[in-house]
Nanobody, 120 residues
């Protein structure tokens, strides 16, 4: 059974930092991109960042470029999202997913999400 389990979300002040984790199990993800998406109340789910499993190439939404960093551990069990200089507009439920590219429709496997709240 494929499982993606996010953790690390919490309440943080503007300008603060967080690291989200996504624990992977149930299959190998070597042919996938691993992505982070987010969904704020009343808004559609949007792409945040992704990493290609094999090449470790990364790409980011313009809104987080320079502030967020996606990575994975060498063992291939966990994907991370390091978030710095957080803003209130970063408040959302953050989801980890496995698929391709930056479109939500191209991702097949999803976690349950973790809440990030940035307070001013």
């Amino acid at each position: 059974q494929v499982q993606l389990v996010e953790s690390g979300g919490r309440l943080v002040l503007t300008g603060g930092s967080l690291r989200l984790s996504c624990a992977l199990s149930g299959r190998t993800f070597s042919r996938y991109d691993m992505g982070w998406f987010r969904q704020a109340p009343g808004k559609e789910r949007e792409f945040v960042a992704a990493i290609n499993w094999g090449t470790l190439s990364t790409y980011y939404a313009d809104s987080v470029k320079g502030r967020f960093t996606i990575s994975r551990d060498a063992a291939g069990n966990t994907v991370y999202l390091r978030m710095n200089s957080l803003k209130p507009e970063d408040t959302a439920v953050y989801y980890c997913a496995a698929g391709k590219g930056s479109s939500t429709g191209s991702y097949n496997y999803w976690g349950q999400g973790t809440q990030v709240t940035v307070s001013s």
